[in-house]
Nanobody
Framework: QVQLVESGGGLVQAGGSLRLSCAAS????????MGWFRQAPGKEREFVAA????????YYTDSVKGRFTISRDNAKNTVYLQMNSLKPEDTAVYYC?????????????????WGQGTQVSVSS
């Protein structure tokens, strides 16, 4: 089992920044690829970003490329999502997730463990 706890969400004006953190406990964090997903009201959960277990490879959905940066610190069992130039359409609950298998990084079904989510609200 891996337990994931997100933090860092909040209310910010458009153009502002937030840094989300996801602290992991349980099994060896460094064995897992990590991802961030988000879900806006009335919409399906969507992929935002992912990082390989080594930290070498990162992936982003097109709408956040150049604005968001995913990183991890395996010594602290934590993955981060730095979000800059935020837009109202970024408003959603953000979830971190851990993946051990070889499934596609952009599919929610590939992930084995999920956090409870943290709300990000961007005002115009």
């Amino acid at each position: 089992q891996v337990q994931l706890v997100e933090s860092g969400g909040g209310l910010v004006q458009a153009g502002g920044s937030l840094r989300l953190s996801c602290a992991a406990s349980g099994r060896t964090f460094s064995n897992y690829d990590m991802g961030w997903f988000r879900q806006a009201p009335g919409k399906e959960r969507e992929f935002v970003a992912a990082i390989s277990w080594t930290g070498i490879s990162t992936y982003y959905t097109d709408s956040v490329k150049g604005r968001f940066t995913i990183s991890r610190d395996n010594a602290k069992n934590t993955v981060y999502l730095q979000m800059n130039s935020l837009k109202p359409e970024d408003t959603a609950v953000y979830y971190c997730a851990a993946k051990y298998n070889r499934g596609p990084y952009y599919l929610a079904a590939s992930y084995d463990y999920w956090g409870q989510g943290t709300q990000v609200s961007v005002s115009s």
